[in-house]
């Protein structure tokens, strides 16, 4: 297992945290940003809040949607910030898989690496992140960032697993 340095101080983070790297299976994270989901759910619910402390006064129906909006844009935003990434190949079941993580909440997708056509890096402006594209043509977003310098080495590990374990049998069951 291959333990990784997290970088202090940058902007742009390196790399995906990796978790586990050994010749059975790759884990990789995508740390949430915790001080920046907690500062915009704050001020949502701080907006939030204020409307209901606030007497409505006649006329003002369209500040008070301006800041319902606003307060539900924040939250959300703050708690798309705080979403934990955990994308990993095990040989063994032969899946590419997806778990997203908000508190106690968990999202897990799989998807069979028959399915899955390769691991690609997605660039922005503010970096580059990793996207699947699966067997039908559909594109999907594996790290819901793009804050990477480059993570083209570790799309190419994802996507030597993906190819190792398609060669792979199924396992045969029965007695």
Known sequence: MTAVARPRGNVIRHRLDVLEDSKEKIVLRERPHRGLGAIFCLCGLSMLSLLVWRKPQPGQGVLLTVMVGFGLAFLSFGVFCLVESTIGVTLESRELWIRRRIGWLKSDKRYPVEDVKRVFTR???????????????????????????DPAEQAGKLNHFIRTAAKRRAPQGGA
């Not at 594109?139 to 793009?146: D, E, G, P, S, V």
């Open 123 to 149: 660039s922005s402006g503010k970096g580059s992140g990793l996207g699947v594209e699966l067997a039908p043509g559909r594109k999907k977003n594996l790290t819901f960032f793009t804050e990477y310098a």
